[in-house]
């Protein structure tokens, strides 16, 4: 029997030595735990035996989420996955529900008050929450992150800074082009164009931004302008990708809500639905984009 084949199975190419039994094991022959990976036949830790294979459980299931076809009928599918049949929905019932007060309480905005900061500080960590679990290899929307972790607050800042990072750009181009106020009132037509490119801009050092502060924490890595630029040119081809499927996403509920206009309260919602789903759908992508990608990633923001 060749060193290199299964010490059970003859037929299939050996990826791991038992630190135990010493039996050389094929994939089949492991079992995965929460962190390790252990033999299946003395339950002692497996190691890989060449420096390419998964070590830990997180890499093997990524591994195994890389070889399985992940098509866009899957991506699409994404948000009413597993734990999105009540996440999905119970956000958007929540969302629906303010609305409703808002319109028909006098002062509904102040009274929602409290309740709209606290989906607003949660919302950033389960959108992180769901980077890291699709970079992981899973398929399904996760659960919500614990409410009263200090971690949240962090989260949410770290999400309001990169998104003045997406302002940046936009502003920068309207300074140099000495577009004033008064220009962007009366429609100043270069001026507006310079917003559009500046945003478009920075949405997409946005994207890998994102990934990166949801895998190798927050901190000030969120203000490191200069790495951000370097992790879209590492990523650029999905970086754009994801960009286009979320802003077409997004332009798709405007339409809806125009055309629903004569049904205000029917073009409000729909266009609350999809906009919804259009972010998660559009975060899970950035996780596919750091699934493929942490390793190049990884050198630039860990240095």
Not at 52 to 65: D, F, G, P
Request: net charge negative.
């Amino acid at each position: 029997m060749s060193a290199s084949t299964c010490s059970l199975h003859p037929s299939t190419t050996a990826e791991y030595r038992c630190d135990g039994c010493e039996l050389l094991l094929c994939e089949d022959c492991i079992e995965v735990g929460h962190r390790l990976l252990f033999c299946a036949h003395c339950g002692e830790r497996a190691l890989p035996l060449v420096e390419q294979e998964a070590v830990n459980a997180i890499e093997l299931s990524r591994q195994r989420a890389e070889r399985t076809p992940y098509s866009f009928r899957d991506v699409l599918a994404y948000p009413f996955r597993g734990l999105g049949g009540y996440v999905f929905w119970g956000i958007f019932a929540v969302l629906t529900l303010f609305m409703a007060v808002e319109g028909m309480i006098p002062g509904g905005a102040l009274a929602l008050l409290v309740p709209r900061t606290l989906i607003a500080v949660l919302m950033p960590g389960l959108l992180f929450s769901i980077v890291r679990s699709t970079a992981r290899g899973d398929a399904e929307l996760p659960d919500w992150p614990d409410w009263f972790d200090g971690e949240r607050l962090r989260e949410f800042l770290s999400a309001a800074a990169l998104g003045l990072f997406t302002l940046l750009p936009a502003v920068t181009l309207l300074l140099l082009a000495g577009c004033g106020f008064e220009e962007l009132i009366y429609g100043r037509f270069t001026c507006w164009l310079l917003i559009f490119v500046g945003l478009t801009i920075g949405f997409l050092v946005w994207i890998p931004a994102f990934a990166a502060v949801a895998a190798f924490g927050a901190g000030l890595l969120v203000l490191r302008l200069d790495l951000h630029v370097r992790a879209f040119f590492a990523t650029h081809r999905e970086s754009v990708r994801v960009a286009l499927l979320t802003i077409g996403l997004a332009l798709t509920g405007e339409i809806v809500a125009l055309l629903l206009a004569p049904v205000p309260l029917v073009g409000r919602l729909a266009a609350l639905g999809i906009a919804l789903y259009a972010m998660f759908v559009g975060t899970h992508l950035i996780g596919l984009l750091l699934r493929k990608h942490e390793r190049d990633l990884e050198p630039i923001y860990c240095y």
